[in-house]
């Protein structure tokens, strides 16, 4: 049985028809759906480009393919290629196929009607929240009201109206957004046995500047890379010798790069750009000491769950997944400068407060590993195909 999967994610195509990603979710990602299904389609906006970035992942593969829609940014390229879009939805999700939607936004809003006009059953992947991706200082656009009211309501409806759900999290989106029918506790995140340290760190009076170290896009500003910037900035002012590390690229790194300068710790960042998920993005973890993860909005995020693996200490903000991944001592309200400048000191200032957290993290990360996530996904998966082939048996009884 193929399973098709409706994903918001963007995707590149070469012109030998190969598809590349820029931010995870490569060919590795997809063959998780090989356990229990014969081929994996995945539906996805899809931008032809004539070279491939060095630091760009394969997508597509051995029994892992792509059916591309219109690749669009924003609402009103989303308005302008709508009727495209559903055309391509429409001849993508094809009776007997599993199908899994990677639910939250336009995609899956633009697959789910063509699902209920069947009554044909489908999971939902949902690994974040409309509610906070749309919030006040996540997303700017005069349409932000609409879109939040309506993805959200969207996303409530796609998972009552499922017959599994599988969610980043252990309780939060869960409680958000309720699916009657099986409901499985299962991370995206790829994290190989062998990904974690072998040890907690041991912090002793280190000479030189802590290192901090951030993962995230620049094109838009979710991550909060201005709040980062900002807190460092002023814990350096006030006598802290610290160095900033970002992961990530995007449109608005270059403004991002010119509010470092202007603040006066230009020096002291470092933009290193996107980095081949795995071994490069482990590398720069293990040089740093401390990880900051100051979102607006998460589902689970994976960067922390790596850097939590890698056994560093971690400062995040309490939205989404962060407070089952963190004790409320390691947290700070998102958007509050001067509460993740102090929260920065505190840490940094105290090397046994370190080691506890390297320890606490690691032993955490062991909860989100390959060998522990796989069984859960697989539950899910088996059940998605069994209720599909049910509903092929009724339909042609």
Not at 139 to 162: I, N, V
Not at 170 to 176: A, D, S
Not at 292 to 321: D, F, K, N, Q, W
């Amino acid at each position: 049985m193929t399973v098709v999967c409706v994903t918001e994610k963007r995707y590149y195509r070469t012109p030998d028809g190969c598809i590349w990603t820029s931010t995870g979710r490569g060919y590795t990602y997809w063959c998780i759906y090989l356990g229990a299904f014969e081929h994996v389609k995945v539906v996805a906006r899809v931008l032809d480009v004539e070279t491939c970035d060095g630091n760009w992942l394969r997508a597509d593969g051995e029994s892992v393919s792509f059916c591309p829609v219109p690749y669009y940014l924003g609402p009103q390229q989303l308005v302008s290629s709508l009727g495209r879009i559903k055309w391509a939805l429409a001849n993508a999700i094809q009776p007997g196929d599993a199908v899994v939607l990677y639910a939250g936004g336009p995609m899956s809003s633009l697959a789910a009607p063509l699902l209920w006009r069947l009554n044909y059953p489908y999971g939902v992947y949902v690994g974040g929240d409309p509610y906070d991706t749309f919030a006040p200082r996540a997303f700017k656009h005069p349409l932000r009201p609409f879109l939040r009211w309506h993805f959200t309501l969207q996303l409530k409806k796609q998972c009552r109206r499922a017959c599994a759900a599988q969610y980043v999290t252990e309780y939060t989106l869960q409680r958000r957004y309720p699916c009657p029918g099986l409901s499985v506790s299962a991370s995206g995140v790829e994290l190989p046995d062998d990904a974690l340290a072998e040890k907690p760190r041991q912090y002793s009076a280190v000479q030189g500047p802590t290192k901090i170290v951030t993962v995230g896009t620049f094109d838009v500003m979710y991550k909060a890379p201005d709040i980062l910037i900002g807190a460092v900035a002023a814990c350096v002012k006030n006598g802290l010798d610290l160095e900033l590390t970002f992961i990530g690229d995007g449109v608005h790194r270059p403004a991002m790069e010119a509010l470092a300068d202007e603040q006066g710790i230009a020096d002291r960042t470092r933009f290193l750009g996107r980095l081949p998920s795995g071994q490069a993005v482990f590398a720069e973890l293990d040089k740093a000491d401390l990880f900051v993860l100051p979102s607006y909005c998460e589902g689970l995020p994976r960067a922390m769950i790596e850097a939590m693996a890698r056994a560093l200490p971690c400062i995040g903000t309490g939205v989404g997944g962060i407070p089952e991944l963190l004790p409320p001592e390691d947290i700070v309200p998102p958007g509050n400068l001067q509460a993740l400048a102090d929260k920065i000191a505190e840490v940094a200032g105290s090397e046994q407060r370190m080691n506890a957290m390297s320890a606490r993290n690691l032993e955490k990360a062991r909860n989100y590993t390959d060998s522990v996530i796989s069984k859960r996904r697989l539950q899910f998966y088996t059940y998605l195909k069994d209720k599909t082939q049910e509903w092929i048996a009724s339909a042609h009884g």
